[in-house]
């Protein structure tokens, strides 16, 4: 069974400050997608990584896939409060497996 | 039209009701998929149909019967639904079932069982 293991679960920063988050497996995606959610909302896919050490930007956010296409990890720059949501990633053929989420609160 | 959309947004029903919750797409997507999300939880796969046939019961209760019309509609039928079952119903879809499973979400159904 392919699992992915995000962290950090919680994390609430000041406007301004940049971070990462993570999304690990021991399993092998053929891709893997990242999401935003907001509450009461379905999620927004945001970005698909396909290639192993891919890199793609989307304004301040920046999506990496792991070599080895194991994990994954998104990184937001100068973070503003719009930014506050759910961020899950997800990975696998037919049936999408997520991560638990990361719960991110971006304080003004 | 590059959305998903879902009706109703929100829906209270007893547990003796019979209520359907419904999902459209324009997309041309071929996959379409039921999730069921509680609260600070990821979504969880409940069915998946691929070219309007059921593909995938990921071992559902029978109280909870999904309808493929045709490739751009989906519905879920609920009967006899218990309070547990109260949850966030999402609609997604996909241009392909498999491979890169770029799946493209609706807004959900509140659903409220009492």
């Known amino acids: 069974t392919q699992l992915l293991e995000q962290s950090p679960q919680f994390l609430s920063i000041q406007e301004g400050e940049n971070l990462t988050v993570y999304c690990n497996s021991s399993s092998v995606f053929s891709s893997l997608q990242w999401y935003r959610q907001e509450p009461g909302e379905g999620p927004v896919l945001l970005v698909t990584?396909?290639?192993?050490?891919e890199v793609k930007k989307l304004k301040r956010l920046t999506f990496q896939f792991g070599d080895a296409r194991k994990d994954s990890s998104l990184h937001i720059t100068a973070a503003q409060p719009g930014d506050t949501g759910l961020y899950l990633c997800?990975?696998?053929?037919?049936?999408?497996?997520f991560g638990q989420g990361t719960r991110l609160t971006i304080n003004p | 039209d590059t959305e998903v959309t879902q009706t109703p947004k929100h829906l209270v029903m007893g547990m003796t009701n019979k209520k359907s919750l419904k999902c459209e797409q324009h997309?041309?997507?071929?996959?379409m998929y039921w999730y069921k999300q509680k609260a600070k939880k990821p979504p969880e796969l409940m069915f998946v149909y691929s070219y309007e046939k059921l593909s995938i019961n990921e071992s559902v209760p029978s109280r909870f019967s999904p309808e493929c019309p045709n490739s751009s509609l989906l519905n879920l039928h609920l009967h006899a639904l218990q309070p547990e079952d109260s949850a966030l119903y999402l609609c997604a879809s996909s241009p392909c079932p498999v491979s890169i499973n770029e799946q493209f979400f609706g807004p959900g159904t509140r659903l409220t069982v009492l």
């Open positions: 997800a990975g696998g053929a037919q049936k999408l497996v």
């Open positions: 990584v396909v290639t192993g050490g």
């Open positions: 997309m041309g997507h071929r996959a």
